[in-house]
């Protein structure tokens, strides 16, 4: 939202935010949906999201309430079909 919204750029997506703005220029991150989309050539494909320690130290309370939910980072499980 700050990087967007924020600054007059609703339209901007969640991957344009974070390659613009986090970490260094060119940075991906990818939606769950966008995973699925990226791993769809796979039979089974579970995508789990990961707290980290910093994801709770900045989240505080929330952050330990909402569990995995709001974690930053996506481990991806994915299959061949048989």
């Known amino acids: ?18 390659a613009a703005n986090v970490e260094s220029v060119g940075t991906k991150a990818y939606t769950p949906a966008e995973l699925r989309m990226l791993f769809g050539a796979f039979g089974y494909v579970d995508i789990v999201c990961c707290l980290t320690p910093y994801d709770i130290a900045v989240g505080g309370p ?9 974690g930053w980072f996506a481990g991806v499980v994915a299959r061949l079909p048989h």
């Open 1 to 18: 939202m700050k990087y967007a919204a924020g600054r007059g750029k609703p339209w901007l997506s969640f991957s344009e935010v974070i």
């Open 62 to 70: 929330v952050a330990r309430l909402a569990g995995n939910r709001l």
